[in-house]
C-alpha cells in the first residue's frame, strides 16, 4: 500500500486530539487489509461502504485532505 507512511505520519505526528474526541473521515478506492488495520488503529468503530464492484479498478484516483476548523 503506496500511502501507508503517508497516512501514518498525518496520524501519529500531527497535532491531533485522540480519536474519541475527533471526528474523521477516511475515503479509500481500496479497502485492502492492510487498510481496514490503520483504520481501525486511527479511527473509531468504522463503517465500511462499498460504491461498485468491490475489487473493481478506475482510470484515475485523487485524494484530498480537508482541514477543518475546531467547532467549540
Known amino acids: ?7 501514518r505520519r498525518i496520524c ?3 497535532d491531533l486530539p485522540p480519536k474519541h474526541l475527533r ?3 477516511m475515503f479509500s478506492a481500496t479497502f485492502a487489509d492492510q487498510v481496514q488495520k490503520i483504520a481501525a488503529k486511527y479511527l473509531r468503530a468504522y463503517v465500511y461502504v462499498t ?3 468491490v475489487g473493481s ?5 485523487e485524494q484530498r ?4 476548523g475546531n467547532s467549540k
Open 1 to 7: 500500500m503506496g500511502f501507508e507512511p503517508q497516512l
Open 12 to 14: 501519529e505526528q500531527a
Open 23 to 25: 471526528i474523521t473521515l
Open 51 to 53: 460504491v461498485g464492484r
Open 57 to 61: 479498478t478506475v482510470d484515475s484516483i
Open 65 to 68: 485532505i480537508i482541514m477543518t
